[in-house]
């Protein structure tokens, strides 16, 4: 079982289902909105869609050789 550790400590468990994660969830009961703690799970920091941004083409020796890798896992065999 997989989890995230949040600032505060606290942890969330992730399954895994079919390679997909899950975190199981059900909706809150009253009582429990009263006596259990809030966990923050944002920042206030601004977010910078930009460091996940990835291209292939930046480099042609890299992406030919990409290519050249998912042409030989898509051929298939002479029957």
């Known amino acids: ?7 505060d400590g606290s942890i969330i468990l992730i ?6 994660p899950r975190v199981h969830m ?3 009961m009253d009582k429990e909105f ?3 703690p809030y966990v923050v799970l944002t920042s206030d920091n601004s977010w910078d869609l930009a460091i996940i941004d990835f291209d292939h083409g930046e480099d042609a020796e890299e992406d030919d050789q990409l290519k050249a890798s998912i042409h030989s896992f898509n ?5």
Do not use: F, V
């Open 15 to 20: 399954a895994l289902a079919h390679g997909l």
């Open 75 to 79: 051929t298939l065999p002479n029957s």
């Open 1 to 7: 079982m997989q989890g995230i550790k949040t600032a």
């Open 26 to 28: 059900r909706p809150r």
């Open 34 to 36: 009263e006596i259990l």
